[in-house]
């Protein structure tokens, strides 16, 4: 494994697909960080520190994936993959301009809008991109791609916060949102080296939208890896849902520390990742996707409940650390099994499927939250995303005993 692992990376580093993706997600990771960063900055203080606001944020970006992850999936399945990825990156920063205009007049209420869209076009965007992958990477690699793809996210955990901060700080929110909008041109730009589509892949009409999705759904049902996969989803998208928008007042009501502390937190997970991204990639082959992800989530569902239960602000971070470790486990064990398990026509489809799973269920306990952590304080919370981990855990198991690949009774979604 030693002597084959550098040249693996090598080999993913050299195709031009997995340069250009990569170069397209630098831009958009820091046009998402400085958003992330500024939009909650800016609406905590234009709201008094409105816990019920700061969960709205999370809202907008995650209830919309909810509305359009279906649709998005369906026509990623219909149209060329790097043109749709093209197009929504252009959308994304054409609707920065109206964002721009309606804080010109003052509307600051316009933030919510810049996050809103990015994350409708989204949805067209990642599965066309999953299915690139799925067409450009040798399987033998799948899952070693996609930790080189989560350690570049991981990189971000640590730069992210910190630009975001620095510009929003020292530019305010209009220059901010303005680099936003820069960043998804560069990512268009990036996104034109990849190869051309190819003329059998996307533009298929000759089957309705709907009964396009219809099959979707009866390909999902009809295999056990990714119908188990979608009940683990709706758990950890219920326990991370209550805990989401409430990391900043952990640091400041929990811990007492300034608000600016959440960037430092944010540094430690992000090196955390690192770290946990290149071991997964070092071990990728000894263990597999579905025993990755659970170990990920459990120790994940642990770390949680002791970072409620803490008062320690060292302690803490020290927790933050192993919640960050173990999360590239768990990305890359939910983007491998759903890559091995899935034919390349029906990639937007069950991601179409199976992220509204998670995304629904972590916007519904996401928009609870705050009213939740008036009632019953962030220590019960915690505990609560805890055990809704484990309760993921569990319902992974029987994964344990199945050999990846494509299972043969999916095919009945093919012909009904």
């Not at 700061?54 to 219909?78: C, M, Q």
Request: with cysteine.
């Amino acid at each position: 494994m030693t002597a084959n692992q550098p040249a693996s990376a090598f080999s993913l580093l050299s195709n031009r697909f997995v340069q250009a993706i990569l170069m397209s997600t630098l831009f958009l990771q820091i046009g998402i960080w400085v958003r992330n960063i500024a939009v909650l900055l800016y609406v905590k203080k234009m709201t008094n520190d409105d816990a019920f606001a700061v969960s709205l944020i999370s809202v907008a970006e995650f209830a919309p994936i909810f509305v359009f992850s279906f649709i998005g999936g369906t026509f990623a399945d219909r149209w060329r993959p790097k043109k749709t990825m093209v197009w929504c990156d252009i959308l994304s920063a054409l609707s920065i301009l109206a964002v721009l205009f309606a804080m010109e007049n003052g509307t600051w209420h316009a933030v919510f809008f810049a996050t809103l869209i990015s994350a409708i076009l989204s949805q067209f965007s990642q599965p066309a991109g999953m299915k690139l992958f799925k067409l450009h990477v040798p399987e033998h690699l799948v899952q070693t791609g996609m930790s080189l793809y989560q350690t570049l996210f991981a990189v971000f955990m640590i730069f992210g916060p910190v630009v975001g901060t620095f510009i929003y700080q020292s530019y305010g929110i209009e220059t901010a949102i303005g680099v936003m909008g820069a960043a998804f041109l560069l990512s268009a730009v990036s996104l034109a080296f990849l190869p051309r589509d190819r003329d059998d892949v996307g533009e298929q009409q000759n089957s309705r939208v709907v009964e396009d999705i219809k099959a979707g759904f009866r390909y999902v049902w009809s295999s056990k890896i990714l119908r188990t996969l979608g009940g683990g989803f709706i758990a950890a998208g219920l326990g991370l849902g209550l805990i989401q928008p409430m990391g900043i007042f952990l640091i400041t009501e929990r811990l007492g520390k300034p608000e600016d502390y959440l960037q430092w937190f944010l540094l430690v997970n992000g090196i955390a990742m690192i770290i946990g991204g290149v071991l997964a990639m070092s071990f990728s082959s000894k263990l597999s996707p579905q025993k990755l992800l659970a170990l990920g989530m459990t120790v994940d569902s642990l770390a949680m409940i002791a970072m409620g239960l803490s008062k320690d602000y060292w302690f803490t971070l020290g927790l933050q650390f192993i919640s960050g470790f173990a999360l590239p486990c768990i990305q890359i064990g939910i983007n491998t099994l759903i890559l091995q398990n899935t034919k390349e026509s029906f990639i937007g489809r069950v991601n179409g499927i199976l992220t509204p799973m998670f995304m629904g269920s972590m916007v519904v306990t996401m928009m609870l939250s705050g009213l939740m952590k008036n009632a019953i304080t962030l220590v019960p919370m915690y505990i609560i995303a805890g055990l809704f981990f484990l309760l993921g855990v569990a319902i992974l198991l029987p994964l344990f005993k199945l050999q990846s690949g494509i299972e043969p009774v999916a095919e009945k979604a093919l012909a009904e």
